[in-house]
């Protein structure tokens, strides 16, 4: 008997005006003309923690863990663009990284540990993966500046298709202000 798996992963996942901005943005960047081949808009994301294959009884746990996650909404300006070398892929991200953001993650991996994940040890860097295959060299360069209102996080699982990888939303998690104490 097989066990049926999903691939999976947690990200921030903008909506349809930050995905427009996000193309229009690197369609600016001429050394990228023509180079590898582009992400679809709407598998645009920024990946907090890739969970791989989980078998299906396993996902209501990390859903459960991922519901107790207590973190603030942030703005997340994304600033620049740059390469990867070793996957091959260009992208665009923040100079800065929102506290709120390093909060977030660090917080839902915790969380997720006791669905028995192992968080990744090397440095958070969050980016929105743009195109892949890039093998030409390309230096980190400004853009003009795009402004994301963080509002939520999802459970996402990537599903092949014929030649290609469709990303769905399998739940969404709202972040929710902190209501202000008086005194």
Excluded at 147 to 176: C, M, T
Aim: charged residues 20%; hydrophobic residues 40%; positive net charge.
């Amino acid at each position: 008997m097989s066990i049926t798996v999903e691939r999976l992963f947690f990200a921030l996942w903008p909506d349809q005006k930050v995905r427009e901005s996000l193309s229009e943005a690197y369609a600016k960047i001429p050394q990228l003309s023509g180079q590898g081949r582009l992400v679809n808009p709407a598998n645009f994301h920024i990946t907090l923690h890739f969970l791989g294959n989980i078998p299906v009884q396993q996902v209501a746990c990390f859903l459960d863990y991922a519901r107790q996650v207590q973190s603030q909404p942030f703005q997340l300006e994304i600033t620049q663009s740059g390469y990867f070398k070793k996957p091959q892929i260009s992208w665009l991200a923040p100079v800065e990284i929102p506290r709120a953001l390093i909060k977030l993650q660090g917080l839902l991996g915790r969380k997720i540990r006791n669905c028995g994940f192992q968080p990744e040890v090397r440095t958070f860097r969050p980016h929105v993966t743009m195109a892949r295959k890039i093998t030409q060299n390309f230096k980190m360069q400004q853009i003009e500046t795009i402004n994301w209102h963080v509002d939520s996080f999802a459970l996402v699982e990537s599903v092949s298709r014929s030649g290609s990888v469709e990303y769905q939303v399998k739940s969404s998690f709202p972040l929710i202000e902190k209501p202000a104490t008086g005194i």
